[in-house]
């Protein structure tokens, strides 16, 4: 009886936008979480018969395989990009962390990569986080248009942070990578993180913008959103290639 008062009262408590955010962004992780596998190991195959992302080559652009995977992480993408349009990015972003999981179990299974206890409870914790965070997840704000989004971006705040990210993503890039960029990944993910927390958000803006202009106000009209798809395009080609290099 009290699971399903707690069942009933979370589908009370999501609206049906959330509901279908919330499979866009599962399904996206498994796309991405697969595209990894598939990825890594058309990188791995090109490196073979060139030189290696990680030392700077591209060789792994003449793979098919690589770009199966490529065209996988498109389609996850693309479902990510569309929960952003029907769901807040609480809900959104946590539930990223599963495409983790997925990748850690078809690694063991595919590439025999080796599961440690510290691999396997940090699995574990991204679940409950994500599952924590997803019952939780407040009703998203009515935006009227991308012009609210971008009053949003330009508070004082936001503009702080964004300003610390673009600067300690330089440095990692230009100081950190030629020097420990061949022995220590986290400088990669590091870049692909920082980067990523930007994407998220111009991600949500232009989800917004799609979701607007296909209920009869158009978007695109207004200078705002060709910015945020600029920001997009740019986060998203700086993360493919330094993500590229850790794998």
């Known amino acids: 009886m009290a699971t399903s008062s707690s069942s009933s009262s979370w589908r009370e408590g999501m609206s049906s936008d959330n509901i279908k955010g919330l499979c866009l962004a ?9 595209s990894f596998i598939v990825k890594k190991k058309g990188l791995k195959k090109a490196g073979a018969s060139g030189i290696r ?8 652009l003449y793979e098919p395989l690589w770009w199966v995977g490529m065209i996988t ?14 769901a807040p990015a609480i809900l959104v972003t946590p539930l990223g962390a599963l495409s983790i999981i997925i990748s850690a179990a078809l690694a063991h299974i595919i590439l025999r990569e080796r599961l440690h206890i510290f691999g396997i409870l940090g699995c574990v914790l991204c679940v409950v986080g994500s599952t924590t965070i997803v019952l939780h997840a407040p009703q998203e704000r009515e935006i ?8 949003l971006a330009m508070e004082p705040a936001f503009l702080f942070y964004a300003a610390m990210v673009i600067t300690a993503t330089f440095i990692l890039i230009f100081h950190f990578i030629p020097l420990y960029g061949q022995t220590h990944i986290m ?3 590091g870049v692909c993180s920082l980067v990523g927390s930007l994407t998220v958000m111009s991600v949500k ?19 705002q959103t060709w910015a945020f798809t600029l920001v997009v395009l740019v986060c998203v080609l700086t993360q493919m290639n330094y993500l590229n290099k850790v794998q």
């Open 144 to 151: 009227e248009s991308v012009s609210e989004v971008w009053d």
């Open 26 to 34: 599962l399904s996206s992780s498994f796309f991405i979480g697969a």
């Open 187 to 189: 400088v990669y993910i």
């Open 205 to 223: 803006a232009l989800g917004i913008v799609i979701k607007l202009t296909l209920s009869g106000m158009n978007q695109l009209i207004y200078p």
């Open 53 to 60: 992302a990680g030392s700077g080559g591209y060789s792994y």
């Open 73 to 86: 992480m498109i389609v996850g993408e693309i479902a990510n990009f569309a929960a952003y349009a029907f």
